[in-house]
């Protein structure tokens, strides 16, 4: 980005980041956890984050929550990454966060996972946004949050 000379965008191998301890103010993730095979792997790598972060530095993510037995079966049946992709939970996540001085995390989504169409979409988006108080937070299909070093 022309102008701002501090961004910087990098694909990196996340179980080993080629980057100095303390590089980074901030650093943000989508949908990556789910591809590290193991869970050793997945603590690994967020170690990784965490090592890169400047002290006070921001880590933000979102994730697939493994979610309901309803979305696990349709990721396996439907889903061409279904049985491969390594699906976290909230407690896998707290315990991933551990280091950190300060953590949230929220979870978002149920019906929105099923629904294709964009008008059918906001229609879904908008019934969750109705149930999604009494829907538990691991039946949801997205866990997103930030972490502070």
């Known amino acids: 980005m022309e102008g701002n000379k501090k961004l910087q965008f990098d694909a990196v191998d996340g179980l080993k980041i080629k980057y100095p ?11 990556v956890l789910g591809y590290i095979r193991s869970k050793e792997e997945q603590q690994q790598f967020i170690n990784e984050i965490y090592r890169v972060l400047k002290k006070e530095g921001v880590f933000y993510f979102l994730e697939n929550n493994r979610g ?6 349709a990721r396996r049946k439907f889903v ?22 300060s953590y949230n995390i929220h979870t978002n989504g149920f019906l929105t996972a099923f629904a294709k169409p964009s ?18 937070n691991e039946s949801k299909y997205v866990i997103y949050g930030m972490a502070i070093k």
């Open 21 to 31: 301890d303390q590089s980074f103010d901030i650093v943000i993730f989508k949908s």
């Open 80 to 101: 061409s990454w279904g049985n491969e992709w390594q699906y976290v939970t909230i407690d896998e996540m707290k315990q991933y966060l551990g280091s950190f001085q």
């Open 119 to 136: 008008a059918i979409k906001r229609i879904a988006f908008f019934i969750d946004r109705v149930i999604s108080v009494v829907i538990p």
């Open 68 to 73: 309901s037995a309803l979305h696990q079966y």
